[in-house]
């Protein structure tokens, strides 16, 4: 896709212009819409105040449940799957304020944040209708210096570049329920379980194991997201973890909180 595909659209309807070359677009979202691969020359800050979405990217799939935002470099291809209904609200920064404005290394690449109450607070207040003009400036600028300090979130799954690896991954993504052994896929994509384990860690600066278990739990996140009577006990299960407690620990581990939380802000 061209970037002459994708012109910079004018204001549109749940939209309005920010501060000093930053702009605002509220939408909601039915769970099952997809925003197919497409980019802008906008950077971006997409947050699901309610709702899980899923945004894949060339280097990987950042689930995105609520609590969570993710930042999207200008010209960076993207898609969005919507997980369970979403209220998104979303911050565009033109290029030329991105250069001005005091910023971090880490906007040039795309990442998930935990979304601290503070951040939150911000993004909901930048849409408040009353808001002025003055008020909108500071409160575009305290995003940024909580986004500079937000803490990274595990939502994240690497997607590694090298093919054997590509290959393994994507059997693992295609049933992360099953307990995927590294010598078995090894020799299912034609190499050793030691170079394999080696890629891995390589390419998605995770271990075979923690790579699968991110896998596991972004798929009990999917399954919490869009089955709404679901428990947590027959997710465990059909996850094949051995026990609840099980389940409730890995889960934690990578999103912070535990399954039924999680179902809670779903």
């Given at each position: 896709?061209?970037?002459?595909?994708?012109?910079?659209?004018?204001?549109?309807?749940?939209?309005?212009?920010?501060?000093?070359?930053?702009?605002?677009?509220?939408?909601?979202?039915?769970?099952?819409?997809?925003?197919?691969?497409?980019?802008?020359?906008?950077?971006?800050?997409?947050?699901?105040?309610?709702?899980?979405?899923?945004?894949t990217t060339?280097?990987?799939?950042?689930?995105?449940?609520?609590?969570?935002?993710?930042?999207?470099?200008?010209?960076?291809?993207?898609?969005?799957?919507?997980?369970?209904?979403?209220?998104?609200?979303?911050?565009?920064?033109?290029?030329?304020?991105?250069?001005?404005?005091?910023?971090?290394?880490?906007?040039?690449?795309?990442?998930?944040?935990?979304?601290?109450?503070?951040?939150?607070?911000?993004?909901?207040?930048?849409?408040?209708?009353?808001?002025?003009?003055?008020?909108?400036?500071?409160?575009?600028?305290?995003?940024?210096?909580?986004?500079?300090?937000?803490?990274?979130?595990?939502?994240?799954?690497?997607?590694?570049?090298?093919?054997?690896?590509?290959?393994?991954?994507?059997?693992?993504?295609?049933?992360?329920?099953?307990?995927?052994?590294?010598?078995?896929?090894?020799?299912?994509?034609?190499?050793?379980?030691?170079?394999?384990?080696?890629?891995?860690?390589?390419?998605?600066?995770?271990?075979?194991?923690?790579?699968?278990?991110?896998?596991?739990?972004?798929?009990?996140?999917?399954?919490?997201?869009t089955d709404?009577?679901?428990?947590?006990?027959?997710v465990a299960?059909?996850?094949?973890?051995?026990?609840?407690?099980?389940?409730?620990?890995?889960?934690?581990?990578?999103?912070?909180?535990?399954?039924?939380?999680?179902?809670?802000?779903?």
């Open positions: 896709m061209t970037v002459a595909e994708t012109p910079i659209r004018p204001l549109q309807k749940g939209q309005r212009a920010g501060g000093g070359g930053v702009h605002m677009v509220a939408r909601t979202y039915r769970k099952g819409h997809r925003l197919d691969p497409h980019m802008h020359r906008e950077a971006q800050l997409v947050y699901a105040a309610k709702g899980t979405m899923q945004v060339p280097k990987g799939r950042f689930l995105v449940p609520p609590d969570r935002a993710v930042w999207v470099p200008a010209l960076s291809r993207h898609a969005i799957d919507v997980l369970a209904d979403i209220e998104m609200r979303t911050l565009y920064f033109e290029p030329a304020w991105l250069a001005r404005a005091p910023r971090s290394d880490s906007l040039d690449n795309e990442f998930v944040v935990r979304v601290s109450p503070l951040l939150h607070q911000a993004i909901l207040a930048l849409f408040d209708s009353a808001s002025s003009r003055e008020r909108t400036e500071l409160l575009i600028k305290l995003v940024m210096l909580e986004l500079h300090q937000a803490e990274d979130s595990a939502t994240f799954i690497p997607l590694p570049q090298e093919s054997r690896c590509r290959r393994a991954a994507d059997i693992v993504l295609a049933d992360p329920t099953h307990d995927h052994e590294i010598e078995t896929l090894a020799r299912e994509v034609g190499t050793s379980a030691r170079t394999l384990s080696r890629l891995f860690s390589a390419e998605t600066q995770l271990s075979f194991k923690s790579w699968c278990q991110r896998a596991r739990v972004a798929a009990a996140i999917e399954r919490l997201s709404v009577n679901v428990s947590v006990k027959q299960s059909d996850l094949g973890y051995a026990s609840v407690p099980a389940f409730s620990h890995a889960f934690r581990q990578v999103t912070g909180k535990t399954p039924t939380e999680f179902a809670e802000k779903t």
